[in-house]
T-cell receptor, first 115, second 112 residues
Framework: GAVVSQHPSWVICKSGTSVKIECRSLDFQATTMFWYRQFPKQSLMLMAT?????????EQGVEKDKFLINHASLTLSTLTVTSAHPEDSSFYICSARRALNQPQHFGDGTRLSIL | SQQGEEDPQALSIQEGENATMNCSYK?????LQWYRQNSGRGLVHLIL?????REKHSGRLRVTLDTSKKSSSLLITASRAADTASYFCATGMDTGRRALTFGSGTRLQVQP
């Protein structure tokens, strides 16, 4: 068990477009979901932490209005990159965790390319 | 901010050899986890070791943790070409809502 599905896996769109990425825990309820960003050959950088039914907690330097996070249920969190620009191009990865002392399970990531 | 630093940054070995990767961290932790990432994919959880444990095994994987030195190592025995990937350590705290803090990763290349 502990499968996390992330969709879409690849997005190419024009500058100014808003893009929504979904993260679903398929076979477990996730009390917390996390959103990370990864640049080529670099590590994962945490963007925000979201708990079901409450506002996301953003890391320093991450624009809340730029990266909208909604965690409507225990199995779904969404990240919307609003008015995306080329500098937003990156690999975005979500993860979900059942409880505090449980491992995080990751989606396969979304490669976002803004032209 | 990055907590873990991994060593080496890149490692190339022959199939059948053992691969050892090291991770150092700075703050107190409750647990340390190792993940594997194939190119362009998400992370796969390999093993979690708690701060009161010193060694843990899972198949061909052996993880050690030395909290006095704030370091951990991941040993992959009898490596296979399919082990080629990036390996990350991540430190966690059980309390609060904090996410994992990832190290910089080791890129492992196993030559067939």
């Amino acid at each position: 068990g502990a499968v996390v599905s992330q969709h879409p896996s690849w997005v190419i769109c024009k500058s100014g477009t808003s893009v929504k990425i979904e993260c679903r825990s398929l076979d477990f309820q996730a009390t917390t979901m996390f959103w990370y960003r990864q640049f080529p050959k670099q590590s994962l950088m945490l963007m925000a932490t979201s708990n079901e039914g409450s506002k996301a907690t953003y890391e320093q330097g991450v624009e809340k209005d730029k990266f909208l996070i909604n965690h409507a249920s225990l199995t779904l969190s969404t990240l919307t990159v609003t008015s995306a620009h080329p500098e937003d191009s990156s690999f975005y990865i979500c993860s979900a965790r059942r409880a505090l002392n449980q491992p995080q399970h990751f989606g396969d990531g979304t490669r976002l390319s803004i032209l | 901010s990055q907590q873990g630093e991994e060593d080496p940054q890149a490692l190339s070995i022959q199939e059948g050899e053992n691969a050892t990767m090291n991770c150092s961290y700075k703050t107190s932790i409750n647990n340390l986890q190792w993940y594997r990432q194939n190119s362009g994919r998400g992370l796969v959880h390999l093993i979690l070791i708690r701060s009161n444990e010193r060694e843990k095994h899972s198949g061909r994987l052996r993880v050690t943790l030395d909290t006095s030195k704030k370091s951990s190592s991941l040993l992959i025995t009898a490596s296979r070409a399919a082990d080629t990937a990036s390996y990350f350590c991540a430190t966690g705290m059980d309390t609060g809502r904090r996410a994992l803090t990832f190290g910089s990763g080791t890129r492992l290349q196993v030559q067939p």
